[in-house]
């Protein structure tokens, strides 16, 4: 019966690696779809955000049955707290990326971001790759130090935003009003992706240490 329990609980945390890739992908796929124009790839990202969805629904009914069928105490108990809460910042990783998908479409035939502002919003959804990436590492290995190195990386996002804003309200900006919407949107659709990435690898610290960090949202 114990194996059983253990077995479950592996799971959820294998469903929560899967999560973390498909993420992972839909923002990959959003950024493609933005900064080549790409409808196909953007009505990818949007119909293929259902699988997300699912899997949250699927992760938070297995913890609720294991919290109402088994008790958890302790380690497994924190597991299945911190499984619920990370889920939902997954999901809303998910839907920042169908956001980014949805500029993207709504540009074609034209590309949503001017030349100039490319390199500082491709940096953007690299660095917001990357930071997921490691969010599957912290997950998988319960890796406390990596989780407080997003912190470190995060900082870099923040300096992206706030460049994409000088760009934009620039004097020689030359878009217009909306390419500028465009942008101060995407930036901070990158922006919160990164945020929703170092929540989830506090919750990781929080699994693996027992002590909420007071900075948890």
């Known amino acids: 019966m114990r194996d059983a329990y253990a077995d479950q609980l592996d799971s959820i945390r294998d469903d929560l690696l899967t999560m973390t890739r498909l993420v992972g992908n839909a923002v990959s796929h959003a950024t493609r779809a933005l900064l080549d124009g790409d409808a196909g790839v953007a009505e990818q990202v949007i119909s293929e955000d259902a699988a997300i969805d699912a899997l949250r629904v699927t992760i938070e009914n297995r913890s609720f ?21 990370m889920v939902s910042e997954f999901e809303r990783m998910g839907d920042l990326a169908v956001h980014v998908a949805k500029i993207a479409r709504l540009r074609i035939p034209d590309v949503a971001v001017p030349d100039e502002v490319v390199p500082t919003i491709a940096r953007m959804a690299a660095v917001a790759e990357v930071m997921i990436a490691k969010v599957g590492h912290v997950i998988a290995d319960s890796d406390v130090a990596a989780a407080e190195e997003l912190e470190q990386v995060d900082e870099e996002m923040d300096k992206l935003r706030r460049s994409s804003f000088r760009e934009l309200l620039g004097s020689d900006w030359k878009h217009g009003v909306e390419p500028a919407v465009d942008i101060a949107l995407l930036g901070r659709y990158y922006e919160r992706i990164a945020d929703h990435a170092v929540s989830i690898a506090r919750r990781v610290v929080f699994l693996v240490t027992g002590e909420q960090p007071t900075y948890i949202d």
């Open 65 to 85: 049955e294991l919290l109402s069928l088994q008790n958890p105490v302790a380690g497994d108990l924190r597991m299945l707290v911190a499984s619920l809460r």
